[in-house]
């Protein structure tokens, strides 16, 4: 079976590609990663998931016994059968999947008569979810689309476009329907409980004894991460790619989220960057200090740290010592020893940091429009328009459009929105016994 893995080109450039056992490019996966995607600056991250997509329809053709290449050049395209065969087998969970397991054995060349049938228990076989399902076909339709083109292009064959186009159409038209719906149901959920998320930052914080990290270097890191994410909302690639000279720590202390795609400098074959739109956020003198700390005490005193300019390292002696932190060793040895202190914190991962950041800063916006006068003062207060709070929204978040930030407010606008019609309800209650003025009394 192919493998999946990332090159690191001396320019500092990400290279995803899929390798056949003895280590050499599949072709026609380079071809389709390297000229439809790359060339269309597509992120690596896309590429890599785009990539391993295609790794499931590869097996599905190993399980098959096709040749997909072979039947193109043919002239020989899939049917409705074989996209019905295609869908259901993308919908399979690939985390434990075998060739041989059952369920998945290879068809056999003979055919069998039977004089009698008999029901059997089949174990049933883990599901993705629908998303995923819908991006794999869509990344099955455009490859085997792309393929087809290109392997019957010294054809010409007006018959073998129209049944390319007609095969790729019908991938697509397999694709699960309703994801907008699915998307919009009870987004809050990823803003995690407040009680929770403090919980969560106490038990992290340096001098806790709770804390289930000992090395005070360890810990001093940790209380970081957890404090730029809740404090700022930034993104777990934005984090895992600050720089010491994105910060300043003087007055009024801040730190800048900038871009560094391809950085020749990050030994990371995953290299976080920032997803979206640089810009400044302000940072806590609390959390000030401690950043001070950690670059001028405990960063500096790691010698490997001083070969790169990345803040956060790995302080596990061995291999890693002194490398820039990786995604793998946030999301695992940092958050997931983390939820094993408390059961509640099973909620708590950095994306849930980013949702509740934009429930605090709509609580906060509410808070200072309760207390602003109508008009703005003379000090300068001023209610802050609905219409500023997306735009202050968007910035924060490094957004470039404002409805990009709607999915953070969600949780927001539900509470609201539930206080209100519990408002109107008590007060319709409230008249419901004595309303002898109503229209129904006449």
Partial sequence: ???????????????????????????????????????????????????????????????????????FQD??????????????????????????????????????????????????????????????????????????NVVTQCKRSPQFGQEI?????????????????HHDQEPERFSPPTDVVNRFMAVGSELDPRNPFKQPSIRLRNAI??????????????????RLDQFDLGHEPLVWIRRSQDDKHDSRRHQPVAKTRERPLPLPDELAEQLGRYMLQVRASVSPARRHPYL?????????????LSISALNTLIFGRMRTVDPDFEVIHPHAFRHHFNYELSRSIDQHNAHAPPRASREGIAPISEHRELDV???????????????????????????????????IMRRLPGDEGSEDAS
């Fill in 393 to 427: 929204r968007a910035f924060l978040n490094g957004h470039r459009h404002r409805a990009s930030g709607e999915p953070y407010n969600r949780r927001h606008i539900r509470e609201a929105s539930d206080k209100a019609a519990r408002q109107l309800q008590s007060g």
């Fill in 165 to 181: 186009a007609r095969m790729a159409s019908a991938i697509r038209k397999h694709r699960p329907r309703g994801l907008a719906k």
């Fill in 1 to 71: 079976m192919p493998k999946l893995s990332v090159h690191v080109m001396q320019s500092g450039e990400r290279v995803p590609m899929l390798q056949d056992e003895l280590g050499l490019p599949l072709f026609y996966p380079t071809l389709f990663a390297t000229s439809q995607l790359r060339n269309a600056g597509v992120a690596v991250n896309t590429i890599r998931n785009k990539l391993a997509d295609l790794i499931v329809l590869l097996r599905w053709e190993a399980t098959s016994r096709r040749d997909l290449v072979s039947e």
């Fill in 225 to 242: 991460i957890f404090g730029l994410l809740r404090h700022t909302g930034m993104r777990r690639g934005e984090l895992l790619s600050l």
């Fill in 75 to 148: 002239g020989r395209f899939l049917t409705i059968a074989d996209v019905v065969s295609l869908r259901d087998f993308a919908k399979l969970d690939m985390r434990n999947w075998k060739l041989d397991e059952p369920g998945m054995e290879r068809p056999s060349g003979r055919v069998l008569e039977f004089l009698e049938a008999r029901l059997a228990s089949c174990r049933a076989q883990a599901a993705i979810g629908p998303q995923q399902h819908f991006n794999r076909l869509t990344t099955f339709a455009d490859y085997l689309e792309f393929t087809a």
């Fill in 312 to 324: 956060f390292i790995s302080h596990q002696k061995g291999r890693t010592w002194g490398q820039p």
